[in-house]
């Protein structure tokens, strides 16, 4: 059984064992205790000793990136905060040498790469009332990150994950196929087929050029924004690959694209990118399709993570929404 297959609580019983055990693989203070305080593709822990030493463990899921695509990651985030483009949470190099470690306790059947992080003070913006502000710096941040992409000499044998149709929809789809998730009745499935090929359609008629699809953060939401006084600081590159520049957007408004607020919000976000870097009426037009996009990998999401809390929260009406908001796109663009 592979620790996706694992019950919840069982597979949170053996990683909290591999995250104290693994501490020792970094140079952290004596009496320094891990302690959960996310699970998603990676289990998050908050590592705190009692001389006020305080990091950041991410285990990441089995079988998911290579030792060679963390590299990468942590490249880009270094690049990044080197060329003042954004600040990026810095890392610890373990006692090896190797930032990137590699752990197994008895329970998993499959060792974990992991990573120790900086501690990044600041907290998440608010959410709750008007995100317009939020909004156009997340814009900024893409479009920055995007030009500097366009001029960053990547590290040779350059391997992230790649969303696309392909990843999103495919046989071997990185999160599985909408189809299997919950609530996807015979009548939500139909209006779903026809959206996924609209879909298709278009991002065939949108393209690949290098200055649409490039490396891309892909999962730039608020959450992944810390602010304080000395600035914004964008974290969680665990997702970031080749992609389309708009799904930055699609990403921003993941879970909420049915919100009343999402047409003030898009319009903010395009307006910070465009204080940065052109986007033509063209590109502006074709959103939407990332929109759905985005929204059908999260509803596959859903299905192959349902072990998980977040996704056993967001499952009721997930899909029958995805279906709703798919027949307005559709309506929308003629389809």
């Not at 500097?148 to 929809?169: I, N, Q, S």
């Not at 596959?300 to 929404?321: D, K, R, Y």
Request: net charge negative; proline share 5%.
């Amino acid at each position: 059984m592979s620790g996706s297959d694992m019950p919840l609580e069982e597979l949170l019983r053996h990683l909290d064992r591999l995250a104290q055990q693994s501490l020792s693989l970094w140079d952290v203070p004596d009496g320094a205790k891990a302690r959960l305080i996310n699970v998603s593709e990676n289990a998050t822990y908050l590592v705190e000793a009692p001389d006020g030493y305080r990091s950041v463990l991410r285990i990441h899921r089995e079988n998911y990136h290579s030792h060679r695509a963390i590299e990468c990651e942590l490249a880009w985030l270094e690049a990044l905060d080197r060329d003042g483009v954004v600040t990026t949470p810095g890392y610890y190099t373990g006692r090896n040498g190797d930032p990137i470690q590699r752990g197994k306790v008895d329970g998993l059947p499959d060792a974990r790469y992991m990573v120790l992080f900086h501690f990044v003070e600041g907290s998440e913006p608010d959410e709750s009332g008007d995100m317009t502000e939020g909004f156009e710096e997340l814009g900024t941040i893409a479009a920055r990150c995007h030009d500097h992409v366009l001029g960053w000499d990547k590290p040779k044998d350059f391997e992230r994950l790649t969303w696309d149709a392909d990843a999103m929809f495919g046989p071997e789809a990185t999160w599985g196929d909408w189809r299997d998730a919950p609530e996807v009745t015979p009548e939500v499935a139909q209006v779903l087929e026809k959206v996924e090929q609209t879909i298709r359609d278009r991002l065939d008629a949108f393209g690949k050029a290098p200055d649409r699809f490039n490396l891309i953060h892909a999962d730039m939401r608020l959450a992944n924004l810390l602010v304080d006084a000395n600035g914004t600081r964008l974290i969680d590159f665990d997702d970031c690959g080749w992609g389309w520049f708009l799904y930055d957007f699609a990403a921003a408004i993941s879970f909420i694209e049915d919100d009343p607020r999402i047409p003030a919000m898009r319009e903010a976000w395009v307006r910070g990118y465009r204080s940065v870097r052109e986007m033509s009426d063209e590109e502006e037009a074709e959103i939407d399709t990332f929109v759905m996009l985005r929204r059908m990998a999260l509803l596959a999401w859903i299905g192959s993570h349902i072990e998980a809390p977040e996704p056993q929260e967001l499952a009721p009406g997930f899909a029958a929404v995805t279906a709703r908001l798919g027949q307005a796109f559709m309506d929308r663009i003629g389809a």
